[in-house]
């Protein structure tokens, strides 16, 4: 009966080990934020989103590398509208905790593209020298060098660190890019067959994948385990034990739990301590030795153990 039971109990040890080596072994969770455009000569037409065709491209990317686990590009968006948060702008830390906790995600992909648009060529309108030949939308015929380059960097959500930074730059010589009818896509759709095939799908396609081969995103937790204590809650903000000199930094996410005994019943006399989760809190300012917080969810109260979210 002994051994009977010695091997149940070593069955379900070597079964929970198991399990936390197939934790260990999950990818990372990332999210293609989007791509601003600071510069952009106005190519591909004008109903034609740069930003989003290449969101679109490099979150198909990442996903094919099998490597990461990556956010639907739609399901972002509707998060992001529901929450009516703007992906146009930039993003600030405590913005990118918030979206990294809604998304389940640990790293948040953001991009500029800082150049966008013909360099030289020629053209031949639709009612010029050649007006016996239809032109889609009323667009131009012709061939012209385009040039599309990117600045992408990768950010710790919790945390808002920069733990990846990626410059891409290509050009190409595009044939009947600006045909103000090539611009009717919608989110997702720049991903299809259609546009890929296109001279100027070729070359977001192309800059897609390279950024896509340079990612490289740790797959372990980058920052230490940091824990504190609430000590105080004065209205809106809550006071915490622990500051800059422990790590800690603007829109770090954390997780308040009330710390309870119970008697252990095999054990007559012994108490077993256990943490349960109560809510979470944001770090919104910080010193050397404190912070101060605020609540995004559940209960947090004065006495609490808080724990950093990894």
Known sequence: MKQTLFLIVAAAFAAVGDVAIARAAEPPTVAVYGFGASASGGGGGSGFDPGEALSDLLTDRLVDLGTLSVVDRQHLQQVLAEQRISQEGDVTPATEAQ????LGVRYLIIGEITQFGKVGGSTMGGG???PHIPFIGGGSLGTSKTELSVSVRIVEANSGRIVQ?????????VASVNLTGAGD???GTYSSQQ???SDLGKLF???ADDVAK???IPAAPSEPAISGHVVGIDGDAIVLNIGSSKGVSVGMMFTAAD???FPDPDNPGKMISSEIPKGTLQITSISDGSSIAQKISGTVKAGQIVHLEQ
Request: proline share 0%; hydrophobic share 40%; glycine share 10%.
């Open 214 to 216: 340079k990612v490289a």
């Open 165 to 173: 930074s990626i410059e891409d730059d290509r050009s190409a010589t």
């Open 259 to 261: 710390v309870k005994e």
């Open 205 to 207: 396609s192309a800059v």
């Open 99 to 102: 979206i990294g906790q809604m």
């Open 185 to 187: 896509y919608g989110s």
């Open 195 to 197: 546009f890929e095939s």
């Open 128 to 130: 010029g020298l050649m």
